[in-house]
Structure formats: C-alpha cells, structure tokens
C-alpha cells in the first residue's frame, strides 16, 4: 500500500521546478502549472469534477487529501482498491483536544464476492433505493454517495461478473467519541463520472478494455424520490407488509421503478451510527444485473426468484435483515410472493413464478 498527498512540501517543490517524481508507489509529472495530483492509478485527478476531488474538498481548517492504493488491476490480478481520503481539525469549544474529521471515497475492481453473506452485503449497498440508473445503456446505480456499474463480459472471472464500485464514508472525533455522518461525494455526474474514469482505467490495466471507452452524455432518466418513514405497504407494492414494531427509525426510498429495473430499501437510522440496512425488494431484466445475482441460492424461501419475460431473464430478490427477519405478515415467504406477483403484473410478465 501506498500513499499520495496532494499540495504539500517536495511536490509543490518538484512542481515548481518543472521536475518528474518518482516514489516506490506511483508516478508525478507535470508539464504546466498548476500541478494536478492524480489518485487511483491515474484514474481521477485533483479538481477533475467532483467537489470531493476539487479545493472545496479542503475548504475546512487543516485540510490534507491523500489516497492509498492496491496494486492495479492486471490480467492475474482480480482484485484492487483504492481510497482517497481528506482529513481536517477545528477547535473543540468542550475540550482542549480539536474535533477531527475524515471524508472516504472507496473505489474497488473486481468480482462480485463468492460468499452469499459477503453477496447479499454487497447487493445491499449497491442497489440501494438511493441510486439512479446509469444512462447510455450502461448497467450500473449512481448516487451522491455511492455508484456500481458491472463491466463487459470480457472482463468477467471464473463465470462471475466484474464490477467497479465506488462508496463514500465519514466520520467525526471529537470528546464524545467518534460518530459516522453522511457524506455526499457530489452530485450523481461528478460520481458518474468518476466511477466511468475509474472504470476505464481498471479495464485497460486488466486488460479487458471495450474498443471505445465508456461514456455517458444522456440526462439521468429515473431520479429516486426522497427517504420518507417506512410503512405497510412498504415500497408502495401492494402486499409487501411487515410488522415494524413502533418503526421509528426504518426509513425507506424508493428507487428506479421501470420496466427493466425495480429497487426499493429499508435501512435502520440511529444518529451518529451508519445505516443498517433492514430490507431490500429488487426486479432486475436486465442481463448483465441479472448476472450479478448468479450463485446465490434460489427458491422463493431464499427470496430470490428467476423467470422468463418476453424471453429476457428476469429475477426477483429479497433479503430482510436480522432486525426484520420473520417480520412478514403473514409470514416472509408470502410477502415475497406479492412482491413478485405485484411487480410481474406491472411490467407484463405473468406471476412471477420461477422458470
């Protein structure tokens, strides 16, 4: 692992001096001023779109950005990682120590994971209610705080599909211990676009790059509405009733609703605390999301269902965590079944029933 830290010392220096450097991590050059950091394997560079990646990025007092990396992907190499970081102090009025606070941003290539607890986590966080569909044909979620797009077929291993997914993290330290905040990377473009740039990157390191790299230009067709307090029916799917005690903090957001794609989730919200996800409700026709649920087990009692509409595979999903589990009324089992019936009804596709 390795490490970058941008605006600061040599750097600037070697800036200055219209100088090449050259650590054991990585690469700087520059040919103008002002010299521009690069992240992630070249994939991202400073005030390249993205609030987080710009100088209001370091607006706060005693702002550093600096990022640590994985070896870049490769045609044996699978698996990559890389966060860039933003750390900052301000003075504490209750103690003579200063609050301090970091802001993440997470980009990782590779395989959907193979353990369907690690599965199951991973489709949780990625096809959040909060995401938008990618534009341009392109099969991927995008958020202000998190993005996936699944890559080519090319790009695939050992039958399962790769992705590259980006997610943000936050949290403040101060004297009353340390609490996770939300945190919004940018808007759903500037996250496109560094998700696509880190896409492209990834894919031609590993060598199974498209001809073209990927791009969007279309507007974002499908925008989630807001989280509002989750209630019966959840996700506005007739049928989809679970008993959520007093229910104070489940919220829910409803996603993309179309007729290739549905996404709705609940998540358990506790001030200072990061969100549990609670239950999740999925329809996905599209072939290479379809792919990204390939190895979990099946069966209406798994919640996961596949089917034939129009001749396109389809699956319908749902995963209820510990807090909600057993929570269906009248039980699990039956409530995914509304859900799938409801949902085939909507998009012309029969009940639902597994093929």
């Known amino acids: 692992m390795g490490g970058r ?3 600061r010392g040599a750097i600037l220096a070697g800036a200055v001096a219209g100088t090449v450097l050259v650590s054991g991590i990585g690469l700087w050059a520059t040919d103008s001023w002002p010299f521009r950091d690069s992240y992630c394997w070249g994939a991202w560079e400073q005030n390249s779109g993205a609030a987080f990646l710009g100088d209001d990025g370091l607006a706060k007092s005693g702002s550093e950005r600096s990022a640590t990396e994985s070896a870049p992907p490769s045609a044996g190499r699978h698996h990559a990682s890389c966060t860039v970081t933003v750390t900052s102090t301000v003075p504490d009025d209750d103690s003579d120590e200063p609050l301090s606070f970091k802001e993440q941003v997470t980009v990782e290539y590779g395989p959907v994971p193979a353990g369907a607890e690690d599965h199951r986590a991973w489709i949780a966080r990625y096809f959040d209610g909060s995401g938008a569909r990618l ?11 998190r993005a996936m797009l699944v890559l080519p077929e090319a790009c695939d291993v050992d039958g399962r599909p790769s992705a590259v997914t980006i997610r943000s993290g936050s949290t403040g330290d101060g004297h009353l211990g340390k609490v996770t905040m939300p945190f919004t990377i ?3 473009s500037a996250v496109t676009r560094m998700l696509l740039d880190a896409a492209n990157t990834g894919m031609r390191k590993a060598g199974c790059a498209p001809e073209k790299p990927l791009r969007t230009t279309s507007p974002f ?8 307090s989750a209630r019966s029916p959840l996700c506005r799917i007739p049928g989809v009733t679970l008993d959520l005690g007093r229910g104070y903090g489940y919220r829910q957001q409803v996603g993309v609703v179309d007729e290739r794609l549905q996404t709705c989730s609940v998540v358990w919200r506790a001030r200072g605390l990061p969100d549990e996800p609670a239950a999740q409700y999925v329809m996905a026709a599209e ?10 087990p099946e069966g209406v009692g798994n919640g996961l269902v596949r089917t034939e509409c129009d001749g396109r595979r389809t699956v319908f999903y749902a995963n209820l965590g510990s807090g909600l589990e057993g929570a269906g009324r009248p039980d699990d ?12 009804r909507r998009i012309g596709c029969g009940t639902g029933e597994g093929a």
């Open 186 to 188: 940018g808007t759903r």
């Open 135 to 145: 534009p341009d044909g392109l099969d991927g979620l995008v958020a202000g705080d």
């Open 287 to 296: 072939p290479r999301l379809v792919a990204l649920f390939e190895g979990l």
């Open 221 to 228: 067709v499908t925008v989630p509405g807001d989280t509002e």
């Open 5 to 7: 830290r941008g605006r």
């Open 333 to 344: 089992r039956k409530v995914f079944t509304h859900f799938t019936e409801s949902v085939s």
